[in-house]
């Protein structure tokens, strides 16, 4: 499985961005899904969860009521939508899916067997 980001680039503070996560290969391995950041100088941290139907969501406190995540599994990809940007929001954003049917929706991110190479946001004050 093959998880490609897109979607980054400067974003003027309070502005708005949509990441895309298109995932290829063996499909069917792909269950639950999920965007982690790394803003520079910190850890990686989880943002947001997706199960496979998308019926379920999860969110870091950071984010909950301005980012949302969703997927079109038709298509095979999964987004996130990002509103209200603020600096802080700045970092390289990943995708990553999980192997196993059962959805983890927490913060760990070893449960996620595959990732994206990542895309950088930037939000600018």
């Known amino acids: 499985v093959q998880l490609q980001a897109s979607g980054g680039g400067l974003v003027q503070a309070g502005g708005s961005a949509r990441l895309s996560c298109v995932a290829s290969?063996?499909?069917?391995?792909?269950?639950?899904m999920g965007w982690f950041r790394q803003a520079p100088g910190k850890e990686r941290e989880f943002v947001a969860a997706i199960n496979r139907s998308g019926g379920n969501t999860k969110y870091a406190d950071s984010v909950k009521g301005r980012f949302a995540v969703s997927r079109d599994n038709a298509k095979n990809t999964m987004y996130l939508q990002m509103n209200s940007l603020k600096p802080e929001d700045t970092a390289i954003y990943y995708c990553?899916?999980?192997?196993?049917?059962?959805?983890?929706?927490?913060?760990?991110?070893?449960?996620?067997?595959?990732w994206g190479q990542g895309t950088l946001v930037t939000v600018s004050s």
């Open positions: 990553a899916a999980q192997a196993y049917s059962s959805w983890y929706a927490g913060v760990d991110e070893n449960p996620y067997t595959y």
């Open positions: 290969g063996r499909i069917s391995s792909v269950y639950g």
